[in-house]
């Protein structure tokens, strides 16, 4: 277990030079359920739990190591980050979970995301096809893309609140919002290059003058991965300072500027919000991999999208 | 179809020395350093009170106190947790005497088959140190991550609730659940 990041980069560069496969494990509480399951296991992991460097907590500054029960309880955080993150899985969990865990959250599938015995009862998928080249089983005949579902709470509403996200490598450190750092992939999943870590987040002080809401849809009101989330916010005034962003939906959390900035150049009242909101949901391509059927997601999109909006008193 | 290569939960790795005080004795093992909490706590500690529902996270029957915090040992890397206190279910007794809110799972029903008592019992007590007057919504809050299939969970909020009132008071006040609902409207007895 490295005791600083130093040490981290240096243990990764040499796995790497030894031609060594490993996984960083933070708070272990979606690494571990897939490796009981053989999901991807690597013969290495590296624990990020003694690097303190990475449990930085301020109102700009959020390490990756920070527990989301912390930023919960944490009075000074922006409500709208307490909220999200008081919305994912059940206390016990928040309280080893951290905030790089879940913005790297693994993609979800439920083709994938089932014991061994399951899994090789339908021959395997591609993203898990234990050397078997079998096909992907929603989106069949052919083994290229797999479209596992991002389902993590967080990133929509730190990509409201304007998030930039710093990595670290062997190679050098860099930083980017946070909505570039996801690619299309269920199994590529972002920009992170063997070895390099999330070291934090960070935020503007004036993204505390923004009011924002989250909205989620799941099975059940406590440990359940959203099936929809929708994060919004704006500064109260000015139309051109709302965001709407989506997760739970397709293999990457979406950030539906686009259709925002459609809409409010001819804003007419609550007839816009219900097109904007019937715009977003026409953005989005949900799949037959989760718990509820794509079609009732991507309707409670709009649904969700119209409360946000709602809510946050935009006439 | 050849059956493909499984692959070892987590892959062969070394052992490291791991030491904690796990119920206020201090104890010190050979473990693979990849060990799970809840796998040190049941074949090498001996500490069988500690159960494995799920072992995913979803269930709660496997929460011990790590420094008074309750976690789940399924999803706990031990060498994360090397050095520090761990407190399972057997460990909230002293001596020969139930703990008040053992007391009171037994007698408000709280506990039925039994098997996720363990887990609600350390999570209620991590509330029960910071607060010995919980709400009824913060109980539930409290346990929301301790699943039960047998009791309906009302006599568990009832149970934690009783509890809290002992640890203010140093006795009940009231009678558990009294009158007992009939589980058997109708049924007058073999004498009647
Ligand atoms: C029962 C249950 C319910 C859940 N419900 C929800 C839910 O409702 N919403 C939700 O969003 N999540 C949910 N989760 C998933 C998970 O608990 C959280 O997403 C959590 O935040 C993951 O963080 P972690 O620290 O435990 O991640 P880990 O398991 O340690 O890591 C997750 C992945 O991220 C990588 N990683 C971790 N940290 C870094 C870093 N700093 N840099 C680069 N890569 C990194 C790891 O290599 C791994 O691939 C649930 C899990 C369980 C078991
Ligand atoms: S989307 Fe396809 S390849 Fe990806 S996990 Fe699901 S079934 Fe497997
Ligand atoms: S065994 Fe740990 S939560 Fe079920
Ligand atoms: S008492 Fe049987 S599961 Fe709770």
């Known amino acids: 277990m490295p005791n600083n990041l130093a040490e981290a980069m240096e243990v990764a560069g040499r796995f790497i030079a030894a031609g060594e496969e490993f996984d960083w494990i933070a708070g272990g509480t979606d690494l571990i359920p897939n490796y009981k399951w053989h999901l991807n296991p690597k013969p290495n992991v590296i624990s990020l739990a003694n690097i303190s460097e990475l449990n930085q907590l301020t109102r700009t500054h959020i390490g990756a190591m920070v527990r989301l029960q912390d930023l919960t309880e944490n009075e000074e955080m922006h409500p709208l980050l307490a909220t999200a993150a008081g919305s994912i899985a059940s206390v016990m969990i928040r309280r080893s979970a951290t905030v790089g865990g879940n913005i790297c959250l693994d993609t979800r599938c439920f083709w994938y995301n089932q014991s061994e015995d399951w899994r090789q009862s339908i021959d395997w998928c591609h993203k898990c096809d234990c050397g078997t080249e079998a096909d992907c089983r929603v989106i069949q005949n052919q083994n290229d893309l797999c479209v596992a579902t991002y389902q993590a709470d967080l990133a929509p509403a730190l990509i409201c609140l304007n998030a930039t996200i710093h990595l670290a490598s062997p190679n050098g450190l860099r930083e980017m919002p946070l909505s570039d750092f996801f690619e299309l992939d269920g199994m590529k999943k972002n920009v992170l290059n063997r070895g390099e870590i999330v070291t934090h987040i960070t935020l503007l002080e004036d993204s505390y003058s923004l009011i924002g809401t989250y909205h989620k849809l799941s099975q059940r009101e406590t440990w359940d991965f959203p099936e929809a989330g929708i994060a919004a916010t704006w500064d109260g005034k000015s139309l051109s300072s709302l965001k709407i962003a989506s997760t739970g939906i397709e293999s990457i959390p979406r950030d539906h500027s686009e259709q925002v900035e459609a809409a409010i150049e001819s804003w007419n009242g609550s007839q816009s919000i219900d097109e904007l909101s019937e715009s977003v949901r026409k953005s989005v391509k949900p799949v037959n991999n989760t718990g509820f059927q794509p079609s009732y997601r991507r309707k409670m999109v709009k649904v969700l999208t119209r409360r946000s909006l709602k809510q946050l008193g935009i006439k | 179809m050849t059956k493909p290569n499984r692959i070892p939960m987590l892959p062969q790795a070394g052992n490291r020395q791991w030491s904690a005080s796990v119920n206020e004795k201090s104890v010190s093992k050979s473990i693979p350093s990849d060990a799970v909490l809840l796998d040190v706590l049941r074949d090498r500690v001996g500490t069988l009170g500690v159960k494995r529902g799920c072992d995913m996270g979803t269930c709660g029957c496997c929460a011990v106190l790590v420094d008074g915090e309750p976690r789940l040992s399924c999803l706990t890397m031990a060498a994360e947790v090397d050095g520090k206190k761990i407190t399972t279910v057997e460990g909230l007794a002293d001596g020969h005497h139930l703990a008040p809110l053992q007391e009171t799972f037994t ?44 009791t309906g969970y009302q006599p568990i909020v009832d149970s934690i609730r009783a509890a809290g009132k002992i640890l203010r008071d140093g006795k009940e006040a009231t009678n558990p659940t009294d009158p007992h609902s009939n589980p058997h409207p109708g049924f007058k007895g073999d004498d009647s």
């Open chain 2, 107 to 150: 007698t408000y029903g709280g506990s039925q088959c039994g098997f996720c008592s363990p887990g609600f019992l350390i999570v209620a007590s991590a509330l029960l140190e910071k607060n010995n007057d919980p709400t009824d919504e913060e109980i539930k809050n409290a346990v929301e991550g301790n699943l039960c299939r047998c």
